[in-house]
C-alpha cells in the first residue's frame, strides 16, 4: 500500500511569488491536514480537508489558502511568499485519530 | 481546546543509557496520545500511539510510554538507546470525540552520543 505522497520534495522560491505544494493521501482516506514545520517552531498546523471541504483552518494568513480534489488528494497554495514561510511543509492523510505523515515539501523563499 | 506539553527541548544521552522523554497535556475530554519521530530530512513516523486498552504501550525498536491519566503525562522511555535514535521526538494529542486535529508538542531532540 503506497503512503502518503508530496510533490515536489524541494522548492526554491522568490519572495512575492505564488507556490502551489501537492499531497496524495493514502488510498481510502478521505481527510488531509497540511502543518508547517519552521525552522524551531513546531509543527503548526494549518488547513483540515475532509470530503473536499475545508473543515478547519490554523491561525494563518488568508494567503495560505489550499483544496481537496474529488480523489481526496490536496494542494496546498500560498500567494505572495515571505521569507519566513521558508519552511517544511507536511501533510497527513488521516484515519480516525490517527494521522499519516508524507515526506514533506521544503521550501525554500529567498 | 488541548496543548501538549514536552519540557525538555534537548536531550543528550550517552549509547547505552536509559532516556525518558516527557510529555503533559492539558485537555477537558478523553484524549488519544501518540509519539512521532523525525529523522533529518524526513516526515513524522508514527512511534507508538495509546487509544485505549493497557496504559502501558511499546514499540517495535524497544521504545515505550505509558499513558498516566491522573498526571496528564504520557513520558517515553527507552532502556538503552542506539546512535541511530538520535532524532527529533514529537508527543500530539487528539480528542477522542472530535478528528477536528491532531496537537503536537514542540518536540524533543535527542542527541545520542557516542
Known amino acids: 500500500e503506497a503512503g502518503v505522497t508530496q510533490s515536489p520534495t524541494h522548492l526554491i522560491k522568490t519572495r512575492g511569488q505564488q507556490v502551489t505544494l501537492r499531497c496524495s493521501p493514502i488510498?481510502?482516506?478521505?481527510?488531509v491536514y497540511w502543518y508547517q514545520q519552521a525552522l524551531g517552531l513546531g509543527l503548526q498546523f494549518l488547513l483540515w480537508?475532509?470530503?473536499?471541504?475545508?473543515?478547519n483552518r490554523g491561525n494563518f494568513p488568508p494567503r495560505f489558502s489550499g483544496r481537496q480534489f474529488p480523489n481526496y488528494s490536496s494542494e496546498l497554495n500560498v500567494n505572495a511568499l515571505e521569507l519566513e514561510d521558508s519552511a517544511l511543509y507536511l501533510c497527513?492523510?488521516?484515519?480516525?485519530?490517527?494521522?499519516?505523515f508524507g515526506q514533506g515539501t521544503r521550501l525554500t523563499v529567498v | 481546546a488541548q496543548s501538549v506539553t514536552q519540557l525538555d527541548s534537548q536531550v543528550p544521552v550517552f549509547e547505552e543509557a536509559p532516556v525518558e522523554l516527557r510529555c503533559n497535556y492539558s485537555?477537558?475530554?478523553?484524549?488519544?496520545l501518540f509519539w512521532y519521530v523525525q529523522y533529518p530530512n524526513q516526515g513524522l513516523q508514527l512511534l507508538l500511539k495509546?487509544?485505549?486498552?493497557?496504559?502501558l504501550v511499546k514499540s517495535i525498536n524497544g521504545f515505550e510510554a505509558e499513558f498516566n491519566k491522573s498526571q496528564t503525562s504520557f513520558h517515553l522511555r527507552k532502556p538503552s538507546v542506539h546512535i541511530s535514535d538520535t532524532a527529533e521526538y514529537f508527543c500530539?494529542?487528539?480528542?477522542?470525540?472530535?478528528?477536528?486535529?491532531?496537537?503536537f508538542g514542540p518536540g524533543t531532540s535527542l542527541s545520542v552520543i557516542p
Open positions: 497527513a492523510s488521516i484515519w480516525g485519530p490517527e494521522a499519516f
Open positions: 488510498s481510502g482516506h478521505t481527510s
Open positions: 480537508y475532509d470530503e473536499g471541504e475545508e473543515r
Open positions: 485537555s477537558s475530554v478523553s484524549v488519544y
Open positions: 495509546y487509544l485505549s486498552g493497557s496504559t
Open positions: 500530539a494529542v487528539s480528542v477522542k470525540t472530535s478528528y477536528d486535529k491532531v496537537i
